[in-house]
């Protein structure tokens, strides 16, 4: 019924139509860096398209470099390929899907995080470009306000800082034409006038006497229940559907009241 | 059921009319949880207690092991709870808070139970028995990159057990939770950093709590690099009236991180003082140190910006070059000396040559003042036992070392910290070798320095640090350009441009472009390189110039040296005439002026010493008297080009003008130049745009004429068709240069022929000669370009763009000195009597431009005739006794010339006999009597009319004062004249003389003379 509800159903349709689409909620508690963001698009939109994305964040998460003293005053350089954790680099698990390290980066200095979390966003976008050449890809975001730092005004955090200037500009720079972003929130961040060509708005609407007529009768068995009282209750909820829902639990407790002695 | 219904609609029904808002849904929640039965109810209002929850936590809030399984899925039924996978459920947030509420008013006690039960449940399975997540290197020896293995659970859970610790004891909540953010922060991990802080800021928190999460969200802007917003909210923390000290402290800091990372250098100083004062005062030594090595680190960052070494023009002539070595060589002897007195150990200076050139001296003190931080921060990381602090601080005083000039000592220092552990790890080792390079280069050692240059790149390719990326290609394009390699060099120049710009480090770029522009001005570079180089440098967006002298001291400066030609000539005015008694034909014995070379040499010596003394005193005290506060107060502006505009910012980095390139209408200078170059200290640009807004550009200015191409390439890309006017003049090559090159060839001149080492023809007009002497020894030839230079032209600039300063009020005290010097000595104040006069009109005509200017700025129009005016009126003063001393001149001159023929047995000619009598004409206007009547009595007596020069020195000894050497002189030469042809008074005379001589002390050298004179007499 609400914005969660309708997510799911665009979910849902995505998947009848065999296009892959990935379904965050901010509000599960998760934080989401860059690393975590590109893994979790990965796994939901189909990990084998992105075997190069997996391979960029072992390298990343891998040791990289052996330093040994020649004596000389000047420092040998030299690539390792050591192991760290269950997988070594190029490990391909399953004929076509590449294991991941499943580690966090931490780094003394902004720019160094900065730049592997460059390198990464490019191979995701590299590997994004190919999947969308094959069909859409949706992207839906829910509790969306949960990017932002403050509740009040909007202060955006990694994650939002993130989708804006990576996934939407290049859907707004046509860098991405045939993936598609839902956000759906409380608020939402402003978007200027250049989003305009981009960015749809898609209020919910409020719902009518019928859907619920619909939702106490048949989702609730509230069978029983007439016209007028239902009017009643459309009036009193006006459109909130989270007041209809305990409105629904009110009254299908009164009809079928549990043991209290279980809980 | 119809019935239920029906009350349970007008009860909702008329609790919505009653209260409104939320009502209908607390009126639901509560109809939910009254017919649910009171064990039910307990658990869903207890449910509302943690942001969400699991089976486990149900076993928790139930207090029960059974059953929880189950009642965990019976409350999936509720429409208010939301599934949120992996088997946790939470209530809908409006839910939620009406339930929470409803137990800070009913059960606080309770609630807060429940809380601790809740930390201590996330807190132990947030970290359970025998589990390990350590941080695991990405490369060995180095915690500088590392990984944790990734556990979603075990951070949840933290934060969980955070939000409740702080519901449940706020205080201790708030410390664990500014120790687990401080953790996060310093790993970078800032999605986790700010989840946190979102899920504090859901606890209940007072107005202290909410200002430390405030700054700990500042941090994580920070952290993300967002400068501008971050620094936003620290100001708006502190602003806030009666601010906790020690978050006060802690938002000084951070704010002066940001401002050292934009570059406000100058600002972040102040905050990190300010916030030392207080870690030190509570005895935090570890952020004291810090600070410390933070300070040092905004001061070198200052200096950086401000410039690196001043690097002079070098002239492409070898003999001014040599001259230029001489010059530099002279001025730093003061500094030389200085070197030798603190010995080798104390390199508390940079070499003398650095310390020699004015506009380094505000680098050396700021350098100076960040070695002294680097120092502290390495005294207090020693006493804490932190060896990677005590490594970083040492590294810093080994750069400033090198700077300084001393990479021999630097690269020996470095070698010893390269032994130490922590250079173990590879990416401060690269760093230090990053040092050593330098020294290496410093030393011309370039095939070490490479070899050094790309291991160390290699290291910060693999570390992602870009930064440092790009200052080793920075360093390698150094070294190719001293090896010669100029396409490497400029290759490595431009790719560390890029990166510098687009990490958007503007001092880092702005080294690059001083090291480019150096090598452009370096002689011997071919016009093809030079033209690559001005390419290279032309294709920078964005161009930062600076001022490299502090604003009062600079006026100082510019006054002083303004002043060291008049003090020379008015020094040598007093000091070179002497008077001296000579024998002349007939046994005349005359006075004569005598410029001693000795005195001459003498006195340009001590004045020499004590500009160097004026200049070093200067030095002294930029480097080491002024309080640093006030060096911060008076930074330069800075200039900034951009493509669109031109701007100015003050010291603290706000904007003072910009003006678009479109908007340009005027392109002035007054530029003074010794040949061609502008002299820096004396010189100015400003743009005026079309609102009459002058931006000014002192030539003080860090590659001033390179600020000059620069405007003049923006302008032409706007499609400006604004040119540069200059207003300003060339020392020597103008009409008044050429007019004080005559006055001081001149000057030469006049001296020899008065010191008698070149003899005067005795057929040259008297008159003339007289006339060039008196000009030449007036100073005017001089006087008039230097009243040009100081105030004609400065003050016509100044009406031209109607700026306000101080330079009147400067010229009014240059004017007032010699016009008060003449009326308060009657104008004889300098031996040299036309000099008396010359400077008397000369300060008249300084007084009367300044008080136009200063004072009649609206009425510009009448500066001609008040200065006319002023000057007519001052040369009338002086115009009698200028002509008496002319004609003395002229007498004076006849006399010489009269000896001379005299000398050679010829007869003096009619001509000098009547110039001789030009002594009566002087007198007659006014001048001394005693000397008009000497030089009668000398002409007449070497052409042998006895009783008429017998007369005049009568006179002479009437008009000498009693018992002097002059008296004694005039009685000699009387006796002489009178001695061929009356030899009683003659005798008489004597008797007068020796009486004189025995009893006078002050004639005593004269009589010495006179002795001598008649001994040759009587024999």
Do not use: C, D, I, K
């Given at each position: 019924m609400g914005k969660s509800w309708l997510l799911k159903q665009f979910a849902n349709e995505a998947a009848g139509r065999g296009a892959p689409s990935v379904l965050i909620d901010f509000s599960d508690g998760q934080a989401y860096d860059v690393l975590t963001l590109v893994r979790r698009f990965r796994d939901s939109l189909g990990a084998s398209h992105f075997n190069k994305l997996t391979v960029a964040i072992n390298e990343a998460t891998a040791p990289r470099l052996v330093i040994s003293d020649n004596g000389g005053g000047g420092t040998g350089v030299s690539f390792g390929n050591s192991q760290i954790g269950d997988v070594r680099i190029g490990d391909v698990a399953g004929r076509n899907i590449i294991k991941d390290n499943l580690f966090i980066v931490q780094a003394d200095n902004p720019l160094v995080i900065q730049v592997i979390e460059d390198r990464i966003t490019q191979v995701f976008f590299e590997c994004l470009g190919e999947l969308e050449a094959i069909g859409p890809v949706l992207f839906l975001f829910d509790?969306?306000?949960?990017?932002?730092?403050?509740?009040?005004g909007w202060s955006s955090n990694v994650t939002d800082r993130w989708i804006t200037r990576e996934l939407l500009t290049r859907v707004r720079d046509g860098r991405l034409r045939n993936t598609v972003v839902v956000l759906a929130g409380r608020r939402l961040p402003s978007f200027g006038a250049e989003w305009a060509e981009v960015v749809g708005m898609l209020p919910i609407e409020f719902f009518t006497q019928a859907d619920v007529a619909t939702y106490l009768?048949?989702?609730?068995?509230?069978?029983?229940?007439?016209d007028i009282e239902v009017q009643t209750l459309y009036s009193a909820v006006q459109g909130s559907p989270q007041l209809l829902g305990i409105i629904g639990d009110n009254l299908e407790q009164a009809v079928r009241p549990g043991d209290d002695d279980d809980w | 059921m119809t019935g239920d219904i029906h009350s349970y609609l007008s009860d909702m029904l008329s609790a919505a009319k009653s209260k409104g808002g939320d009502s209908l849904l607390t009126f639901n929640i509560d109809q939910v949880l009254r017919s649910a039965g009171p064990r039910k109810a307990e658990v869903l209002r207890r449910c509302a207690i943690p942001r969400w929850f699991d089976a486990s936590i149900l076993r928790v809030l139930r207090e029960s092991d059974e059953s929880n399984e189950r009642i965990f899925e019976q409350m999936r039924e509720f429409s208010f709870i939301r599934d949120l996978g992996d088997g946790r459920m939470a209530y809908h947030d409006q839910v939620r808070q009406i339930l929470l509420a409803e137990w800070v008013e009913q059960r606080p006690a309770e609630l807060t139970q429940i809380h601790r039960r809740l930390y201590s449940y996330f807190n132990n399975r947030m970290t359970p028995p025998g589990s390990t997540r350590r941080a695991m290197q990405l490369?060995?020896?180095?915690?500088m990159l590392s990984v944790v293995p990734m556990s979603i659970q075990s951070d949840m859970f933290r934060r969980e057990a955070l939000y409740h610790l702080i519901n449940a004891d706020p205080i201790r909540g708030m410390d664990e939770l500014r120790a687990a953010f401080k953790e996060l922060e310093s790993a970078h991990r800032l999605a986790d950093a700010e989840l946190l802080l979102q899920v504090a800021g859901e606890a209940p928190l007072n107005s202290l709590q909410q200002r430390w999460l405030q700054y700990m969200r500042a941090r994580t802007q920070q952290g993300s690099l967002n400068l501008e917003v971050a620094a936003r909210q620290f100001e708006a923390l502190r602003a806030m009236p009666d601010l906790d000290p020690e978050l006060g402290a802690e938002t000084s800091r951070s704010l002066a991180g940001v401002y050292s990372e934009t570059g406000q250098w100058a600002r972040a100083t102040r905050l990190f003082r300010q916030s030392l004062e207080y870690f030190r005062r509570t005895g935090n030594q570890r952020a004291a140190a810090d600070t410390m090595l933070l300070l040092g680190e905004a001061y070198q960052g200052l200096g950086i910006s401000t410039g690196s070494w001043h690097v002079p023009h070098v002239p492409e002539h070898e003999l001014l070059r040599y001259m230029q070595i001489v010059w530099v060589w002279l001025i730093g002897i003061p500094f030389q000396i200085a070197a030798l007195l603190l010995g080798p150990h104390n390199r508390l200076l940079p070499i003398p040559e650095y310390c020699a050139r004015y506009q380094n001296w505000l680098l050396i003190r700021l350098y100076n003042t960040a070695r002294m931080w680097y120092a502290q921060a390495r005294d207090a990381y020693r006493r804490l036992g932190d060896e990677g602090g005590m490594l970083r601080a040492e590294q810093r005083v080994i750069d400033i070392l090198r700077l300084y000039g001393y990479h021999e000592e630097a690269r020996a220092q470095v070698e010893a910290l390269l032994k130490r552990k922590p250079a173990r790890d590879p990416y401060w080792r690269a760093w230090l070798e990053r040092t050593l390079a330098e020294c290496h280069l410093a030393a011309n050692n370039i095939g070490s320095a490479q070899v050094l240059l790309t291991n160390a790149l290699a290291v910060f390719r693999e570390f992602g640090d870009v930064r440092r990326e790009a200052t080793i290609l920075m360093l390698q394009g150094q070294a190719a350009m001293q090896a010669g390699n100029i396409d490497a060099a400029l290759g490595g120049f431009a790719k560390s441009l890029e990166r510098y710009r687009t990490l958007g480090y503007a001092a880092a770029r702005e080294r690059i472009l001083h090291e480019l522009r150096a090598w452009k001005h370096r002689p011997g570079v071919s016009e093809g390189v030079r033209q690559r180089i001005a390419s290279l440098i032309a294709a920078e967006p964005e161009k930062r110039y600076v001022g490299r002298f502090i604003s009062s001291y600079l006026r100082l400066l510019q006054i002083a040296s303004v002043m060291a030609l008049p003090t020379a000539l008015l020094l040598l005015a007093v000091v070179a005439p002497t008077t001296n008694i000579i024998s002349l034909t007939n046994g005349v014995l005359s006075t004569a002026i005598f410029y001693d070379p000795l005195r001459i040499t003498v006195a340009l010596a001590l004045l020499t010493l004590f500009y160097l003394g004026v200049y070093a005193s200067l030095a002294a005290a930029v480097i080491y008297v002024l309080p640093i506060s006030r060096i911060e107060r008076e930074q330069p502006d800075v200039i900034v080009t951009r493509p669109d505009q031109i701007a100015r910012y003050d010291s603290m980095g706000n904007l003072a003008l910009e003006t678009p390139w479109a908007e340009v209408r005027r392109w002035l200078a007054l530029d003074r130049s010794v040949w061609d170059r502008p002299l820096p200290l004396y010189s100015r640009t400003f743009l005026e745009d079309a609102a009459g807004r002058d931006l000014a550009i002192d030539g003080i200015t860090g590659w001033y004429g390179d600020v000059q191409t620069d405007i003049a390439q923006r302008l032409t890309v706007a499609g400006s068709q604004v040119e540069r006017q200059n207003l300003g003049y060339r020392l020597l090559r103008s009409k008044s240069g050429a007019s004080a090159v005559t006055g001081i060839v001149l000057l030469l001149l006049v001296t020899m022929f008065e010191n008698q080492w070149l003899s005067l023809p005795i057929w040259f007009p008297a008159g003339l000669y007289a006339l060039v002497s008196f000009i030449t020894l007036s100073g005017v030839l001089i006087l008039v370009p230097l009243a040009y230079w100081l105030a004609t032209r400065p003050l016509k600039f100044q009406h031209i763009l109607q700026l306000n300063e101080i330079w009147p009020n400067v010229l009014m005290v240059i004017g007032a000195l010699p016009v008060l010097l003449y009326i308060l000595s009657g104008g004889?104040?300098?031996?040299i009597n036309a000099m008396n006069y010359s400077t008397f009109v000369w300060g008249v005509y300084m007084l009367a431009e300044a008080f136009v200017a200063r004072y009649m700025v609206a009425l510009r129009s009448l500066r001609m005739p008040i200065v006319a005016l002023a000057t007519l009126l001052a040369l009338l003063v002086v115009a009698q006794p200028t002509y008496a001393s002319y004609r003395w001149q002229v007498s004076y001159t006849a006399k010489g010339q009269v000896a001379d023929a005299v000398a050679v047995g010829a007869a003096p000619t009619m001509m000098s006999e009547v110039n001789c009598s030009a002594a009566a004409d002087a007198r007659a206007l006014g001048d001394d009597a005693l000397s008009t009547f000497t030089i009668q009595g000398d002409c007449a007596a070497m052409s042998g009319n006895w009783e008429e020069a017998a007369g005049y020195y009568g006179e002479a000894v009437s008009s000498a004062p009693q018992n002097s050497e002059e008296q004694a002189l005039a009685l000699y030469n009387q006796w002489n004249a009178v001695r061929r042809y009356d030899r009683s008074q003659s005798a008489q005379i004597l008797v007068q003389l020796n009486n004189l001589c025995a009893t006078s002390h002050q004639a005593a050298l004269a009589c010495i003379q006179i002795a001598g004179q008649l001994d040759g007499s009587t024999h």
């Open positions: 509790t969306y306000e949960r990017t932002s730092q403050f509740g009040e009768r048949e989702n609730r068995g509230l069978s029983n229940l007439t | 490369v060995p020896e180095s915690n004889t104040a300098l031996s």
